[in-house]
């Protein structure tokens, strides 16, 4: 460290109040050179980086209109496929109600079930009125085919739906 003459200073500041004989600028200020420098590479940096992603801009964008072509022959599509039925209901309270406004339509409405066998629905008031006056419809007794043969039962097997001849 230099000695200095403390005495003619009353702070350490006061020596750079006077500058030095045969220099225009003060020579604790920054290197402007250094500056200067730094500025230059800065540039040359931003210059190298702006043309890499200006380049790697260009190449993404050929990448993606490849890639929107399709890639497999064979495919038929490249819409995403669903999952196989049943699938959830985004709106599970619309589609009851819906439903719920065909099915009563259809009980107040007249028309063909199956057009080509003949068979129609009517309004169900109508239908229920129709069979008040009519009477439900029941089978009749013959008596030369009775309904059960002597010595046939149903089969253990077929719930009923099978007759076969046993010993009683």
Do not use: C
Not at 6 to 19: A, C
Request: proline share 7%; charged share 25%.
């Amino acid at each position: 460290m230099a000695q200095h003459d403390h005495g003619t200073h009353h702070s350490p500041d006061d020596e750079y109040l006077v500058t030095p004989e045969g220099s225009s600028y003060e020579h604790t200020d920054a290197n402007v050179w250094v500056i200067a420098k730094f500025g230059i590479w800065l540039a040359i940096t931003a210059i190298v980086v702006h043309v890499g992603i200006g380049g790697m801009w260009k190449l993404l964008v050929v990448q993606s209109r490849e890639t929107q072509q399709q890639q497999y022959p064979l495919a038929t599509s490249i819409d995403p496929k669903l999952p196989p039925e049943p699938r959830l209901q985004q709106f599970p309270r619309n589609e009851v109600y819906s439903f719920r406004q065909g099915e009563e339509k259809k009980l107040d409405s007249y028309g063909y079930v199956n057009k080509d066998a003949g068979v129609v629905r009517i309004p169900i008031d109508e239908a229920m009125r129709l069979t008040v006056e009519r009477g439900l419809p029941t089978r009749t007794q013959d008596a030369t085919h009775p309904t059960t043969t002597p010595g046939m039962m149903a089969t253990d097997s077929s719930s009923g739906r099978v007759m076969e001849r046993r010993r009683q």
